[in-house]
């Protein structure tokens, strides 16, 4: 069940990046998820948002020159 909860906390982060998430799918997520999971799950989605930037300027610059 736990690992449940941890994927719908993901999606919900992901979706929010995205911003495209609907009322009903937010006040459904608010029933479930602890506040410590959202922040959890946004603070490794920003990480993974900002190393995947970081990897591609890095192959772009080295395939560059």
């Known amino acids: 069940m736990a ?17 495209v998430r609907k009322r009903r799918d937010y006040d459904a997520d608010s029933q479930v998820l602890t506040p410590a999971q959202v922040v959890i799950a946004g603070l490794i989605g920003g990480a993974t948002f900002i190393l995947t930037l970081l990897l591609v300027v890095y192959l772009v610059l080295k395939f560059v020159k």
């Open 3 to 19: 690992e449940r909860s941890h994927l719908k906390a993901a999606l919900a982060v992901f979706w929010s990046f995205l911003g």
